[in-house]
């Protein structure tokens, strides 16, 4: 899989001889002594917070931490040792790795860089794979715990993570580097910046290629990563600083499996941690049902005007240009599903049986059924598949177009008041077509989900799942030959936000408030204008709706002294929904004899142009309280927070249970097909206390650790109107709500304990050796929320009575080294090593279900063929069966293992 054509590679070598070129014509004039932030990177309009001054609980990660530590880790990973965060690798796929702040996901944080938001905005979530880049050429990484101190009207409920990426007047250095680590890992690397000149002038480049395996089966990858900065200063009023980068990559991926099939492919009883179940092999190469490719360029502009010694004006026009998107299957054999296909003795899919019986061949999936009946039936359209015959590799385009303008103006009223206050635009068009990437043996796919297109029409063209050189390249080759989905998606969002601080002796505070609208629109394309969704006339551009929300947020922070410092700040969020919750009900496989309530286009794929009835904003409101104790060997914060998050919206699916005619059993046909519910009301609140210090013992060994404790629980049983697949409210229990059973369960997905404890060790100048332990507790694991839902008896499920399941805790230990040869004349070879997971620990890092090992409740006494087995008979067969535990746990609970040991190394030539 090639990402960089011949004019790519031209074009990339031309910047790099020209920066270097243009290095010996500049003398440096950058003053690089100073320790301060603001003092090194591009900060612009980034809201940096400053230690013993910002009344927000904040971490700040260095440039050389990250180049010394991160190793082929997760970018998120650095952040592992700071409190309340929980870093994961997921699935294990380049780049798939999380994070979680105060027990909330990246939908919930703020990610930004240099001040500029890229949360998705559609869905809120950022992929990390599509920023990997930025650890090559980030200056400071710096996370503000809960509502944070940025001015703009952004999701940060969690937290806010700013990347502070480097200036183009950077100190003049180059850099060439090369990284090896486990599972043929290779990272090359070149950059250069030429420093400030005497005119103001300043450039920097970077150029990097990253690729092999991580440490799971199946999971080659391949990136690139280019950066370009131009600055420009000409005289102490005017800044302007220019910056392109990108991240272009593919990567193969992995889905989450049961305990027992980790077990069932491992040896001797454990479970065999590099298992994926997405992957195997066809015609003997390497071919995985699962690839993630992407790439999203971004360029923006930054201006600084010093309008006079009281104000300034610093503003940021940017563009992003989202090329990509992920793939997976569409089709079936004989009605069975592709992980559903008997695998090999392996556990790897059968991609050659698959290529075979797609070209009408005999093949024998099942040994114990006949030969051409069931699953073994033979391809009656050989060649052809369809969304229900034969299997085809799809993807789900993700692309998009996003523009934004970021401008913060502040004034000094005096010595002791400054206001600031500015704008925020955005907008953003996302296209959501699919595309086939491979027939696997068929001839073509016969599309029939467009309406426009009634007869159907036939898809020959398949495109690779890489993305393209061009970073402005089409979503789509052909509009012609669109599989599986075809809508987009456009948000419009302006904003306002305003702060007043107030700086005196040993007291800083600020109070501040945002206000934004934010705009939705769906346009689907394969929708005919009148079709009926839910008994309304729809059209094929949705009106645009528009979302208020607001944020007001206030803090102080008082200096005891020289050593001691205490703040405390509260805040308040109104928080609009996201797009699928403002377009959430799905489409309908509705019949021609309900017209009336869907129109009988047979479509399975998206959701329907109807607004959500039930729209309202999330209200997040936060306090927090802090204390600080700065000393020349010991420094430490200690911090308590609450936060309450309500009137979150969510959509589940597929109930179960659910009788049409209430006076007759729950069974068979009585019970509706599909049916869902939308919830309103649902609340968590997180509390929890923090501790994080750093001990210099000497100038030779310095220790550092951290400590926190949450308590994140759901609060309340929220109730949520019932429908059936059709859209239409159907009654439960005498009434059209059901109730969930949601009060005091554990909110799922991160360590609500964590605590680490780490030493750097210098024994000379030139080297640091240094090792960290990580400790996870608390763990809980995500509910089906089929299992709480109330039933009209007004119970619910056994399992569902005992809440989330907790999994093992965990400790994981790192060790690395760095030493630094002066070579003079300016000129460094810096060698790196690191051991990731030291004593290769067993542990899963991902519980993606909560499935309690059962009691006697959970069976019930059945006759079959006039054969009684009671329930005390099927509890003790489950309950004496090992192969139904691991480590206390039920084995058909879905997890991701951690990995095991990983290494990286590398050298780097710095001149």
């Known amino acids: 899989m090639k990402l960089i054509n011949k004019s790519m590679l031209t074009a990339i070598i031309t910047l790099s001889t020209a920066s270097v070129y243009y290095a010996q014509q500049v003398q440096d004039t950058a003053d690089t002594r100073s320790k301060d932030i603001e003092a090194v990177v591009l900060t ?102 809960g509502l944070g101190s940025s001015k703009l009207a952004i999701a940060s409920v969690g937290g806010t993570t700013n990347i502070i990426t480097r200036a183009a007047d950077k100190k003049k250095e180059g850099n060439v580097f090369l990284g090896v680590g486990n599972d043929g890992y290779l990272k090359t690397l070149f950059s250069y910046n030429t420093g400030k000149s005497a005119k103001g002038w300043s450039t920097s480049f ?78 003997g190469d390497i071919m995985s049902q699962s690839i993630n490719f992407y790439s999203k360029p971004v360029a923006s502009v930054n201006w600084d005007w010093k309008i006079s010694e009281r104000s300034k004006l610093s503003s940021v026009l940017y563009g992003s240009w989202g090329r990509g998107g992920g793939t997976g299957v569409i089709g079936s054999i004989n009605g069975t599903n592709i992980n559903s296909l008997p695998k090999t003795a392996d556990g790897l899919i059968r991609f050659d049986d698959i290529q075979a019986w797609n070209q009408g061949q005999n093949v024998i999936w099942d040994p114990a059924v006949a030969n051409n009946t069931g699953i073994n039936k033979i391809n009656a359209t050989p060649g052809v598949a369809t969304r229900t015959n034969g299997l085809a590799r799809r993807a789900s385009i993700n692309s998009h177009d996003w523009y934004g ?75 012609g030959q669109i599989v599986y989905r075809n809508y987009d998606g456009e948000v419009l969002w302006g904003g306002l936000f305003g702060q007043l601080e107030y700086s005196k002796d040993k007291v800083s505070a600020f109070v501040q408030g945002s206000v934004s609208e934010q705009g939705y629109k769906r346009i689907d394309n394969w929708l005919k204008d009148g079709v009926i969704q839910q008994g309304q006339a729809v059209t ?103 936060t309450s998050w309500k009137d979150r919206y969510q959509r589940f699916t597929n109930l179960p249970g659910i009788p049409i005619n209430p006076a007759l059993p729950a069974t068979g046909t009585n019970v509706y097909n599909r049916p869902f519910a939308n919830l309103t009301g649902i609340q968590e609140i997180h509390m929890g206390a923090e501790f994080e210090g750093t001990l210099k013992v000497t100038d030779y060994l310095s220790f550092n650790g951290m400590f926190s404790i949450g308590n994140w629980e759901y609060k309340g049983n929220p109730t949520g109107t019932l ?120 542990y899963i890092s991902d519980g993606k279900s909560s499935t309690h090992v059962k009691d006697l409740a959970d069976f019930a006494t059945t006759t079959t063929g006039g054969v009684t087995t009671t329930a005390q008979q099927k509890y003790d067969a489950y309950i004496n069966n090992p192969a139904n535990f691991y480590k206390g746990l039920d084995t058909s609970n879905t997890v991701y293992f951690g990995f095991g040991r990983t290494w990286a190394a590398s050298v780097a030539f710095k001149f």
């Open 44 to 145: 612009g309009v980034a809201d940096i917070a400053k230690d013993r001054k910002t009344p927000v609980a904040v971490s700040t990660i260095k440039e050389a931490q990250i180049v010394e530590r991160l190793g082929n880790q997760e970018f998120p990973e650095i952040l592992k040792s700071t409190p309340s965060i929980y870093a994961a690798k997921g699935g294990g796929g380049f780049g798939d790795g999380r994070m979680n702040i105060r027990g909330f996901d990246t939908n919930n944080q703020a990610v930004m860089i240099n001040g500029v938001p890229v949360n998705g905005m559609e869905d809120g979530a950022v992929y990390w794979s599509n920023w990997l880049g930025l650890s090559d050429v980030t200056s400071a990484m710096q996370v503000q715990r």
């Open 206 to 283: 970077l150029m990097s290629r990253t690729a092999g395996a991580t440490y799971i089966d199946g999971s080659d990858f391949e990136a690139y990563n280019y950066y370009f900065a131009l600055g420009y200063q000409p005289n102490e009023k005017h800044d302007f600083q220019f910056t392109f980068t990108g991240a272009p990559q593919w990567h193969m991926q992995n889905f989450q499996s049961s305990i027992a099939n980790f077990i069932k492919y491992g040896e001797n009883g454990e479970p065999n941690r590099r298992y994926n179940s997405n992957w195997g092999y066809m015609n």
């Open 405 to 479: 303008l970021l401008s913060n103006f502040q004034h000094k009223f005096n010595e002791n008041w400054n206001f600031s206050g500015g704008v925020d635009l955005r907008y953003y068009y996302g296209y959501h077509p699919g595309v086939l990437t491979d027939l696997w043996g068929n001839n073509k796919y016969i599309e029939k989900d467009d309406m426009n297109n009634p007869g159907g029409y036939d898809v020959t063209l398949v495109q690779s799942p890489t993305p393209s050189a061009n970073p402005f390249v089409k979503t789509v080759k052909d509009k």
């Open 540 to 642: 094929q551009k949705t009106d645009t709706k528009f979302l208020f929300g607001f944020n007001v947020k206030a803090g102080v922070n008082y200096n005891i002294d020289d050593q001691h410092n205490v703040f405390a700040n509260v805040g308040y969020y109104a928080k609009q929904p996201l797009f699928n919750s403002v377009f959430n009900s799905p489409l309908a496989p509705a019949t021609s004899t309900n017209p009336a309530v869907n129109s009988p286009d047979g479509r399975a794929t998206g959701n329907q142009q109807i607004v959500n009835p039930l729209l309202t904003n999330e209200k997040i409101a936060s306090a927090e309280l802090g204390y600080g104790f700065r000393s020349r060997i010991f420094n430490a914060n200690v911090n308590l927070y609450y």
């Open 723 to 842: 429908y059936d697949e059709n859209g239409t409210p159907i009654t439960f229990n005498g009434n059209a709500e059901v109730s969930f059973a949601l009060d005091g369960v554990k909110v799922s997905d991160a360590a609500q304990t964590t605590a680490a404890l780490g030493f750097t060790l210098k024994p000379v100048k030139q080297l640091s050796i240094f090792s960290n332990w990580n400790y996870y507790s608390n763990y809980y694991g995500l509910i089906n929320f089929a299992d709480v839902y109330v039933k009209a008896d007004g119970t619910t499920t056994n399992n569902g009575r005992k809440g989330a399941l907790e999994y093992p805790s965990y400790n994981l230990f790192d060790l690395g080294l760095s030493y630094t040869f002066d070579l003079g004349k300016n000129q460094r070879l810096v060698l790196t090593g690191n051991v990731y997971n030291l004593f290769d620990t067993t």
